[in-house]
């Protein structure tokens, strides 16, 4: 999170020097106040923060929603585990392959009918090897077949 925070409008803070920063406060001092996060929830309205570790090759999603406003208590919090390779395990080469299109139409395709984005249907992973993946669930390939074959004459590139 603390990387996060720390773009520098072309790239964000490496691992290596944040760890090396981290390694600087010493051991007696407390971490939270230095960080940039710390900064960044004094001047904000209503942020809680609460860290996450994910294994290698995971990544973490939040979503936010509106409870009612008569709730006394907390709202809870809800945690889905998504394992990438079993609920998105498409990539769009695959999904042009069984439609029998290229992957430019499935990924222009996918943006006009609104699938990437929705979690139902799409991850984007970020990936230092490959650069950026977009992964597709079984439903994204299901709908994008329905709707070609109601929809012939249909092209993403109006």
């Known amino acids: 999170m603390e990387r996060g925070i720390r773009f520098a409008g072309s790239n964000y803070i490496s691992q290596d020097k944040f760890e090396e920063e981290v390694k600087n406060l010493g051991k007696k001092k407390r971490l939270y106040p230095h960080l940039k996060i710390s900064d960044f929830v004094k001047d904000a309205d209503m942020v809680v923060v609460f860290p996450i570790q994910a294994p290698k090759g995971y990544t973490a999603d939040i979503n936010l929603r509106k409870g009612?406003?008569?709730?006394?208590?907390?709202?809870?919090?809800m945690i889905k585990?998504?394992?990438?390779?079993?609920?998105?395990?498409?990539?769009?080469?695959?999904?042009?392959?069984?439609?029998?299109?290229?992957?430019?139409?499935?990924?222009?395709?996918?943006?006009?009918?609104?699938?990437?984005g929705d979690p139902l249907y799409?991850?984007?992973?970020?990936?230092?090897?490959?650069?950026?993946?977009?992964?597709?669930?079984?439903?994204?390939?299901?709908?994008?077949?329905?709707y070609l074959s109601k929809n012939p004459g249909f092209t993403p590139y109006k």
Not at 87 to 111: H, I, M, W
Not at 129 to 142: A, E, F, M, Q, T
């Open 81 to 116: 585990k998504t394992d990438i390779d079993v609920d998105y395990p498409y990539l769009t080469y695959e999904v042009a392959n069984q439609l029998g299109k290229n992957t430019t139409f499935v990924s222009r395709a996918a943006t006009k009918l609104g699938l990437k």
């Open 68 to 77: 009612s406003s008569k709730a006394k208590s907390a709202l809870p919090v």
């Open 122 to 146: 799409h991850q984007f992973i970020r990936s230092s090897r490959s650069g950026n993946v977009n992964r597709y669930s079984k439903k994204s390939v299901d709908y994008l077949k329905d």
